[in-house]
């Protein structure tokens, strides 16, 4: 008897393509014709026909940080959600969310929670049609649930990896670490102000605001879509610009050019990781869209999302697979290659153990 290959499973957070390749994706359940986008490792969404509808499906975790402050946090765990969904063109539609509360979160706490939640699902044009909502003994934050949003819409409106060209452009909005800077200036403000200022750090703050990517990609895909402009989404979230670019890249059986100096920075990420001596283009970045668009569409879609207030730049182009990934910076180039690890995560926590040790 064969014995099964051996799997490595990260020490934390997602697992890697390889593992997706050998455990996750040969074992997908039952086959159906109807599925228009099934599962792949960096795609954010799977897709499905229903009579004449394409139907768009994700799952992720209820992500509450009570350190946020519990308005703050409802607000991200929702857009963590839709975000994803967002990324297949269709507007979100239907939310189920079982909520595994812990112990200790009181009726007050979770008054905030679901009232920011049902808020924003307003704004969004949302709709909540099932869950489960229950308080246990060895749940705890901030994993507590997980949700699905599905979104609904024509079929010949959504986009997906699948349509990408060689040719598209490859345009980002708001630059890099956006997430990374936004929860570092959430959770550190005094950190901040010892090192950066008082001003710079409650500046700093509306980062976190921008952690989400509903309104840079149901902007983005009104100019057009496949043929007629976007013909893919992307948001970075672990590992950054660079894994986000990687992951799509994968998906869609292409190779890329990418011009880093064409990234747009803003000031007050590039001094947050300079401060906590993280790469931004590596590190965690929700918030960040990663568009392909075709380049008759690139430059109208720059325009109209700086009309809309999200900044946003043309940094590449999609190219023939054998070329591979590259990124050109100060006019040299390299190999892209996905960095597998985030370093957001090890600055976090060398900071939470630097404050405990200075306050102490």
Request: one cysteine or more.
């Amino acid at each position: 008897m064969k014995k099964d290959k051996i799997i490595k499973l990260p020490e934390i957070g997602k697992i890697s393509a390889e593992v997706f390749k050998q455990l996750i994706f040969p074992h997908l359940g039952a086959h159906r014709s109807e599925i228009l986008v099934g599962p792949q490792h960096g795609v954010d969404v799977g897709i499905v026909q229903i009579a004449n509808k394409a139907v768009a499906m994700t799952s992720d975790p209820v992500f509450i940080v009570p350190e946020y402050g519990f308005e703050r946090a409802a607000w991200f765990a929702i857009h963590i959600l839709a975000s994803d969904i967002v990324t297949s063109g269709l507007p979100p539609t239907y939310l189920a969310i079982d909520l595994n509360l812990p112990l200790s979160m009181t009726e007050e706490e979770l008054t905030i929670v679901w009232r920011t939640i049902d808020t924003e699902c307003k704004k969004m044009g949302m709709a909540i049609v099932t869950g489960h909502t229950a308080r246990y003994d060895n749940c705890q934050y901030p994993m507590v649930g997980g949700a699905t949003v599905i979104a609904v819409g024509n079929t010949d409106d959504y986009v997906s990896p699948k349509f990408i060209s060689v040719g598209d452009k490859i345009v980002i909005t708001k630059g890099p670490a956006i997430e990374a800077s936004g929860i570092f200036a959430t959770m550190f403000p005094k950190y901040l102000a010892r090192h950066c200022g008082e001003e710079f750090s409650r500046q700093a703050q509306s980062l976190f605001y921008q952690m989400s990517v509903v309104h840079d990609a149901l902007t983005a895909v009104k100019i057009g879509v496949r043929d007629q402009g976007v013909s893919s989404m992307h948001d970075a979230t672990e590992c950054g610009i660079w894994g986000g670019l990687h992951e799509l890249a994968e998906a869609a059986s292409v190779g890329m050019s990418v011009v880093q100096d064409s990234i747009m920075m803003d000031p007050y990420v590039e001094k947050i990781c300079d401060l906590f001596k993280i790469d931004p283009y590596k590190s965690i970045s929700e918030g960040t869209l990663i568009i392909t668009c075709r380049p008759h569409k690139a430059e109208y879609l720059v325009r109209y999302l700086h009309e809309n207030g999200i900044n946003a730049s043309i940094v590449g182009e999609i190219t023939e697979r054998k070329y591979g990934l590259k990124i050109i910076e100060c006019g040299k180039e390299r190999k892209l290659i996905h960095p597998e690890v985030d370093p957001f995560w090890k600055a976090f926590y060398n900071t939470l153990r630097e404050i405990k040790k200075f306050e102490e």
